[in-house]
């Protein structure tokens, strides 16, 4: 089993139908400065928190800038058992310029 790739558009319509856990890799000051609302911010420093914390069955989708860096690390999560795992095709930037 592998991740699964979803658009902005995807995401979008996913977040009204049911409850996804956004874990967003991106830099503090690129956080900061916007994200996808009810984001995680996810790195080195809390991912074996986030691990303990999310359901092998969790949906989850992985989001970075443009939507290259969120690929391995949704693998990564894949294969620790974690079945229902996306990553954001064109990442946050293509997020942004879909929801304003």
């Given amino acids: 089993?592998?991740?699964?790739?979803?658009?902005?558009?995807?995401?979008?319509?996913?977040?009204?139908?049911?409850?996804?856990?956004?874990?967003?890799?991106?830099?503090?000051?690129?956080?900061?400065?916007?994200?996808?609302?009810?984001?995680?911010?996810?790195g080195n420093h809390n991912l074996s928190e986030f691990m303990n914390d999310a359901e092998?069955?969790?949906?989850?989708?992985?989001?970075c800038y443009h939507g290259h860096s969120s690929q391995p690390v949704a693998g990564f999560l894949v294969e620790q058992g974690y079945n229902n795992v996306y990553s954001l095709d064109g990442g946050y930037t293509d997020w942004a310029a879909i929801t304003g």
Avoid: C, N, P, Y
């Fill in 1 to 42: 089993m592998s991740f699964k790739r979803i658009d902005g558009w995807g995401l979008k319509q996913m977040l009204s139908d049911q409850a996804v856990i956004i874990a967003d890799i991106r830099d503090d000051a690129s956080f900061s400065a916007g994200h996808i609302e009810g984001s995680v911010q996810l």
């Fill in 56 to 63: 092998e069955t969790d949906l989850i989708v992985v989001v």
